[in-house]
């Protein structure tokens, strides 16, 4: 654990899950930059010291989290509270996995994994973090789902399935916690250039979904517009949070033609080898 003693000195904070790489890291170094104290969780240690660096350890705080172990969470949770004084303004529920292949060819092992991570770990971070977020002002809960969680994806089956799940949590807590005065919303980003792009069948699979992309000429929008649009998350008025043009007309058409939505997915469709 690396900046336990950094104070957030009555400063805005947001603990940012998946915080070493993509989408958490260039999230971090966006709110840093507004003045906000940033709380760095990853299972990648290496590369939260190297965001810790660019930000400055006064305004952060950095531990080793799995996302799937309540005990890390507990830890995590002592930590950032001890660093902010027992608040937290926002809690970024970014850590997140996929698999891409056809269904059976994915290990059902990898399968779980993604469910884990995409669905219990955002499930153990709203339990960890609540008694925080009720004891800070306007807090919020901002959990990342996908353009994959409102258009099932062929070849993403599963990770498809657990960004519906985030989204439909997402849906369902923002109005339970409405007496709470705590906002939940989530981010729905297109496909955004981080490593997530690199999935393959199985860890080590040569075979990459940024190839089939590149091959295909698929629209990858940059890591500095996600870190934007959390920031509009963190205080719009909406619920979910679009990032990329691709992305909204992919809520666009599913809300009024879903029918032709469905038929297309199915004529793209790449044939079996």
Known sequence: MSGAN????????????????????????????????????DINEMGLKSVAAEIGAANCH?????VTTRADWAAAMEGFSAATGGKMDILFNNAGIGRHGWFEEVPPEDS??????????????????LPLLKATKDARIINTASTAGIVGAPQLAVYSAS??????LTEALDAEFRDLGIRVVSLMPWFVDTPILDMGKSDGANEKMSDQMKASGATIYPVSMAAERVWDAAHGADIHYMVG???????????????????QIKTRVPPRS
């Open 163 to 168: 960004k519906w799940a985030v989204r439909g």
């Open 6 to 41: 950094a104070a957030a000195g009555g400063r805005k904070s947001i603990f940012i899950t998946g915080a070493a790489s993509g989408i958490g890291a260039e999230t971090a170094r966006y709110f840093a930059k507004k003045g906000w104290f940033c709380g760095l969780y």
């Open 62 to 66: 950095t531990a080793r989290l799995d």
């Open 245 to 263: 043009g691709e992305a909204e007309r992919a809520r666009f058409m599913t809300r009024w033609l879903p029918g032709l939505v469905r038929k």
């Open 112 to 129: 779980d994994l993604v469910i884990d991570i995409n669905v219990k770990g955002v499930i153990n971070g709203v339990y960890a973090a």
